[in-house]
């Protein structure tokens, strides 16, 4: 067990097959003094996480802070994707809960802790913390480079321009949603889905939205420009609303010589990415998923 008054771990060498870890603030994304430290030790305990065959990786942020956060950069990008490499070749699972997190005797009590649980779990099991409910959007993406990790446009044009999109009316507004992802790499490709996760359900998750207008010639240029694409077909893409079930909102800006998206994705509380090998090919590759509403099985959330 390491830790201080300000964070604790208990890690897998000690008779544990998971990781868990507490902290009096949450983990930002360039940490420095006794946060940085945290997060080495963090990363050297998820490391040594022993998965065993057939097993996947199953992630748990638990916090009563509701403030605006992307749980898998919480759980992942923040912590540091290197640790993950040799155990999300296959699949992961992740959400995030609201409720409290288990007590921990050395921290103080009136702290509004943060807590992450790294742990094993069969593919295509249960969350933890929700019930997956109403598919909203299905989709199949087949020919999406994924290696090296594709960016959020990429991913967004991919879903803009698939044909086998699906959606459903969406009744009353969405709360949390979730999503399940198949990925089909290249014949023999090797991947952390640490890595891809990111960048993977940004782009999926803006594909469902529609862009407001703001700023439309401006970022269909720029975006154009980086996907070597016709200005006319992206303009037209961000506006299309055919698919939106996620509404419309400004959903990037204009950021150096790029575009920096903005999708709902910190409603984002439960996800899961597997590997299938649908591909044969030494170069195509693509995605398939859903998307779809969650209860909260957590009492008294």
């Not at 992740?94 to 288990?102: D, Q, T, V």
């Amino acid at each position: 067990m390491g830790g201080s008054n300000r964070y604790r771990i208990i890690s897998a060498q000690e008779g544990h097959r998971s990781v868990e870890f507490w902290s009096i603030k949450r983990i930002p994304f360039e940490p420095d003094g006794w946060m940085k430290t945290a997060r080495g030790e963090l990363r050297e305990a998820i490391g040594k996480l022993p998965l065993q065959a057939g097993e996947i990786l199953h992630a748990v942020y638990r916090s009563e802070e509701r403030s605006f956060a992307d749980v898998e950069n919480i759980l992942f990008y923040n912590v540091g994707t290197g640790c993950f490499a040799g155990l999300t070749s296959k699949g992961l699972r992740f959400e995030r809960s609201f409720i409290a997190p288990p007590p921990h005797s050395s921290l103080p009590k009136d702290s509004t802790l943060h807590y992450h649980w790294y742990g094993p779990c069969l593919p295509r099991g249960t969350y933890a913390h929700w019930a997956r409910g109403e598919t909203l959007a299905s989709w199949s993406v087949p020919s999406v480079t994924l290696r090296p990790t594709p960016s959020a446009s990429t991913v967004w044009l991919g879903m803009k321009d698939a044909l086998s999109v699906t959606t459903s009316e969406v009744s009353e507004p969405l709360d949390y949603f979730g999503l399940t992802v198949r990925v089909f790499p290249s014949a023999a490709a090797r991947v952390n889905l640490a890595v891809l996760v990111k960048t993977l359900f940004d782009g999926i998750i803006a594909g469902l939205h529609s862009h407001d207008g703001s700023e439309l010639d401006e970022v269909a240029g720029r975006l154009a420009t980086n996907l070597n694409a016709d200005p006319a077909h992206i303009m037209r893409a961000l506006m299309e609303s055919k698919n939106a079930i996620l509404g419309q909102r400004r959903l990037l800006h204009p950021f150096l010589q790029y575009v920096q998206w903005n999708p709902a994705d910190d409603l984002l509380v439960a996800g899961e990415l597997e590997v299938t090998r649908e591909s044969t090919s030494e170069s195509s590759s693509g995605f398939s998923g859903e998307l779809y509403r969650v209860r909260s099985t957590d009492f008294g959330a």
